[in-house]
Antibody, heavy 122, light 110 residues
Framework: QVQLVQSGSELKKPGASVKVSCKAS????????MNWMRQAPGQGLEWMGW????????TYAQGLTGRFVFSLDTSVNTAYLQISSLRAEDTATYYC???????????????WGRGTLVTVSS | QSVLTQPPSASGTPGQGVTISCSGS????????GYWFQHFPGTAPKLLIY???ERPSGVPDRFSGSKSGTSASLAISGLRSEDEADYYC???????????FGGGTKLTVL
């Protein structure tokens, strides 16, 4: 059974950094791309980008600054999202989501984590 | 402002049917499949419809998707109280070279 287990909520001060983890189980992380989404309070879902889990190459959504970094540790089947120089507007729930690919064709997000709430407040 | 436009709310009584619309453009829904997700706050979003009108295994056939031109729709028949959730449409957008979501529709079962 495919599961994505995310790390717990974080409370950070402006200017700090945070690293959110997303541990995959029930499949090998490198089998499917991993995407990241966020949802600010009271807002809808926003796609942040994805990471090629074979090569580790990330692709970021247009407008996403260099403060956001996707990474992997395939030895523990885990993807990471690191956010540096945190600002109040980064307060959101961050989700990882597997993009299902089969036979060279990729579809949409068939499994999601429960989300990690990152709160940025002084 | 979301690239895909959904009504912010929808409602129906148990047993009724409801349809949620998702309007896009030629750079997204006009050329790419539509997808629908069900989200209960505090939980993992769930894929409900993929490739316009296909259901993953385990999704009841009360949920159906369709697409025409640059608009997609999610229909739910025989409404149940447990259907009360947020519903999001999504697709790929060529202009943005990325995935885009609708703003979400909060479904209330009266």
């Amino acid at each position: 059974q495919v599961q994505l287990v995310q790390s717990g909520s974080e409370l950070k001060k402006p200017g700090a950094s945070v690293k959110v983890s997303c541990k995959a189980s029930g499949y090998t992380l490198t089998s499917h791309p991993m995407n990241w989404m966020r949802q600010a309070p009271g807002q809808g879902l926003e796609w942040m980008g994805w990471i090629n889990t074979n090569t580790g190459d990330p692709t970021y959504a247009q407008g996403l600054t260099g403060r956001f970094v996707f990474s992997l540790d395939t030895s523990v089947n885990t993807a990471y999202l690191q956010i540096s120089s945190l600002r109040a507007e980064d307060t959101a729930t961050y989700y990882c989501a597997r993009q299902y690919c089969s036979g060279g064709t990729c579809y949409s997000f068939d499994s999601w984590g429960r989300g990690t709430l990152v709160t940025v407040s002084s | 402002q979301s690239v895909l436009t959904q009504p912010p709310s929808a409602s129906g009584t148990p047993g009724q049917g409801v349809t949620i619309s998702c309007s896009g453009s030629s750079s997204n829904l006009g050329n790419y499949y539509g997808y629908w997700f069900q989200h209960f706050p505090g939980t993992a979003p769930k894929l409900l419809i993929y490739r316009d009108d296909e259901r993953p295994s385990g999704v009841p056939d009360r949920f159906s998707g369709s697409k025409s031109g640059t608009s997609a729709s999610l229909a739910i028949s025989g409404l149940r109280s447990e259907d009360e959730a947020d519903y999001y449409c999504a697709t790929w957008d060529d202009s943005l070279s990325g995935w885009v979501f609708g703003g979400g529709t909060k479904l209330t079962v009266l």
